[in-house]
């Protein structure tokens, strides 16, 4: 464990360092160029030696990574086998080729349970152990890579361009030029301005109709052709 509290170590140092950077920032407009400069300079400097540090061990932890997992790997074939042993114990105690009060019996399953639980503690403490070395050299990729910790931005939504508008606009148009359209009836005797439905004009009485007016001069000449 004292190489993983080593990096831990060198992670914590990286991170109070791009913090004083981040302030450093933050701080540049209030501060002398000159000042500024060897600041942000030094404390490069120290980050840089952090990171080349922690690159150096991470080798090493990849190396003790794969130990342990290739450890792992063994011991759960010994716990497999340790496990079908107690079954196979047990199964055979059932079928009568044992007796279950047979004392020296009786010891070889204890032994054998023990065994076996044994193995699987043992397991468990290494499972563990590899997670948090997995999780440290997660930290140690993203802090040599330089990655960074904020969240991306997300992207701008594209702009919808909606290819109807104009002809949209064009309909509401020829909408309103039908809404304003003149229903009104001028007179054809008098020209005086009669509102819609109007049969007669208000002003001289004369028929509003084209078709009357018509039918009466019709009639007109009807009426003069028998006179004569």
Not at 143 to 158: H, I, L
């Amino acid at each position: 464990m004292a190489l993983e509290r080593k990096i831990q170590d060198l992670l914590a140092r990286r991170t109070e360092l791009a913090e004083r950077l981040s302030n450093l920032e933050a701080m540049k407009v209030e501060t002398n160029q000159r000042v500024y400069s060897r600041i942000k300079g030094d404390y490069d400097d120290q980050l840089n030696e952090v990171l080349g540090k922690l690159g150096a061990e991470k080798g090493s932890l990849e190396a003790k990574v794969n130990d342990l997992t290739n450890k792992i790997n063994e011991l759960e074939k010994k716990h497999q086998n340790e496990s079908d042993l107690v079954e196979e114990l047990q199964i055979r105690a059932r079928l009568r080729e044992h007796d279950e009060n047979d004392p020296s019996f009786q010891k070889e399953l204890d032994s054998a349970t023990s065994a076996r639980n044994a193995t699987a503690d043992e397991l468990d403490g290494f499972r563990s152990e590899l997670g948090d070395m997995k999780k440290v050299l997660r930290d140690v990729e993203e802090a040599t890579q330089g990655k960074s910790s904020k969240p991306s931005k997300a992207k701008p939504k594209k702009e919808v361009v909606d290819n109807n508008l104009d002809e949209l606009d064009l309909d509401d148009d020829i909408d309103l030029e039908d809404e304003d359209e003149d229903d009104t009836v001028a007179c054809p005797s008098c020209s005086h301005v009669n509102p819609p439905q109007k049969l007669f004009c208000e002003e001289c009485g004369a028929a509003l109709d084209e078709d009357e007016n018509m039918d009466d001069e019709f009639d007109l000449l009807d009426d003069g052709d028998l006179d004569l």
